[in-house]
């Protein structure tokens, strides 16, 4: 295929030098041995790499299929192996940090509420109901607060107090009545497992997920109190978000080592809310679809940051785009999922 590496090219690159991460997928020695997935179709695969090449808005694509890469390039921008801003992609991450939290007792459930956990993150004039918010609600954004994502991003991050202030917006809705798509509620997320295992989002982020997947996550923005952003603004290479999504589309495996519990994986893709904006379901931190009968999961972050797992196909795809433009459900991330839904899983089957 014509701008693709061989296999073991794709892992050469992925084992050396700068890259310095190679594609692992052992099963643990317990899981039933699967049969390998048929090879892709090439005419369609280089179709539709063809035809993502052509987006001048995407710089990298990254196609790997039962843990052996098929596809690995950047077109423009950053190289594979470069820390890129992964903008709300960051959202799946905190999320991960969240059941990687449970996992260890640092919380309790999704079912604690904000006042029993970190009740020192409350202002003292927010609503009551502030105090009742639970983590569930934070990680499927449907506290209720008014949204500080959009048109409010820029007077959120302006302030003071950036919990403060994503705690004291008034109600727009009443707590897990519906999704309002909103940052502040995962930067609220990020303080409140700072507060619980009495360590930084980033000391966290590197130890229960970075060091196991060997991939780096460097520093990133915090707001004035000091609290890393939850939420936004993390920077991971193309082949890390790659492994951040094998490791899930494993069960919270990776090469032989646990990462996550399999049923906090079960749980973040089961849907709780619907997207206002793309129509698609919401569990936690992941964004729920179909492509005809087969379930597609996916994180997004502005720009078209993308991981993509299907599976019933045993497919994880990456893409990085450029993240100062916009990429609308209707516009550049619909044309992602139709090389994705009407090219590249075609080319799977």
Not at 1 to 12: K, N, V
Not at 48 to 56: E, M, P, S, T, Y
Request: hydrophobic share 40%; proline share 7%.
């Amino acid at each position: 295929m014509r701008g693709s590496p061989s296999r073991r090219e794709a892992l050469q690159i992925l084992a050396g030098g700068a890259l310095g991460c190679a594609l692992a997928s052992e099963p643990s020695p317990a899981a039933e041995p699967k049969a390998a997935p048929k090879p892709f179709d090439t005419a369609l695969l280089d179709g539709a790499v063809q035809n993502a090449r052509k987006l001048d808005q995407l710089h990298s694509l990254i196609i790997a299929r039962g843990g052996e890469i098929a596809f690995a390039e950047a077109f423009r921008g950053p190289r594979l192996g470069q820390t890129v801003n992964i903008k709300s992609v960051s959202k799946s991450f905190v999320a991960a940090l969240t059941g990687a939290a449970i996992d260890r007792g640092v919380l309790k459930g999704v079912d604690q509420p904000l006042g029993e956990v970190a009740p020192g993150l409350i202002p003292k004039d927010a609503d009551p109901k502030v105090h009742q918010l639970t983590v569930a609600q934070l990680l499927t954004m449907q506290a209720g607060l008014e949204r500080t994502s959009g048109p409010n991003y820029g007077r959120w991050v302006e302030s003071r107090n950036w919990v403060a202030f994503a705690l004291t917006q008034p109600f727009a809705a009443e707590p897990g009545e519906r999704m309002l798509y909103s940052t502040g509620s995962y930067h609220v997320l990020g303080a409140l497992l700072a507060k619980a295992s009495g360590r930084t989002l980033l000391t966290l982020a590197r130890d229960w997920i970075g060091d196991t997947l060997d991939i780096e996550i460097p520093a990133w923005r915090r707001d004035p109190q000091g609290f890393y952003l939850g939420g936004n603004d993390m920077t991971l290479s193309p082949l890390g978000l790659l492994r951040f999504g094998e490791a899930h589309r494993l069960g919270g495996q990776w090469n032989g080592t646990r990462v996550l519990s399999e049923k906090w994986i079960q749980d973040a893709w089961t849907p709780r809310t619907h997207s206002p904006f793309s129509g698609d379901d919401y569990g936690y931190g992941w964004f729920i679809a179909s492509a005809g009968e087969r379930k597609l999961f996916y994180a997004r972050g502005y720009g078209g940051q993308m991981i993509y797992i299907v599976p019933s196909l045993d497919m994880t795809v990456v893409v990085t785009s450029d993240p100062n433009r916009p990429a609308r459900s209707d516009g550049y991330v619909g044309q992602l999922k139709s090389i994705l839904t009407g090219e590249i899983i075609p080319a799977a089957v």
